[in-house]
């Protein structure tokens, strides 16, 4: 069982930069899955990145590729989310995910993932 909190949200601009966290507590942290998915409004949720357990490899999504960047920090069982040059499109509720058992064909689909976060406004104004 592990919980997890996502901050760093906010209001900004088009071209600027924000990095999101997620604080995981309860639970061993390495063994993990760890993912970042988004909501936009009136929309389904989707996948952002991915860790696959251990953190071994990352997964992007197209939209974001070079542009965001999945983190960790072991130490401080923690989540990061660095997002740079940042859209209008990239408006959404961004939510933290976690998963012990999540096989790598599935990383992408939020209904696979164990544990969420209650999520953090981003609000990119154009």
């Known amino acids: 069982q592990v919980s997890l909190a996502e901050s760093g949200g906010g209001l900004v601009q088009t071209g600027d930069s924000r990095r999101l966290s997620c604080a995981a507590s309860?639970?061993?942290?390495?063994?993990?899955?760890m993912a970042w998915f988004r909501q936009p409004p009136g929309k389904e949720r989707e996948f952002v990145a991915a860790?696959?357990?251990?953190?071994?490899?990352?997964y992007y999504a197209d939209s974001v590729k070079g542009r965001f960047t999945i983190s960790r920090d072991n130490a401080k069982s923690t989540l990061f989310l660095q997002m740079n040059d940042l859209k209008p499109e990239d408006t959404a509720v961004y939510y933290c995910?976690?998963?012990?058992?999540?096989?790598?064909?599935?990383?992408?689909?939020?209904?696979?993932?164990?544990?969420w976060g209650q999520g953090t406004q981003v609000t990119v104004s154009s």
């Open positions: 860790f696959s357990r251990y953190g071994t490899h990352t």
């Open positions: 309860g639970s061993s942290f390495r063994p993990y899955a």
């Open positions: 995910a976690f998963d012990q058992r999540i096989i790598l064909s599935s990383l992408r689909l939020p209904e696979q993932w164990d544990y």
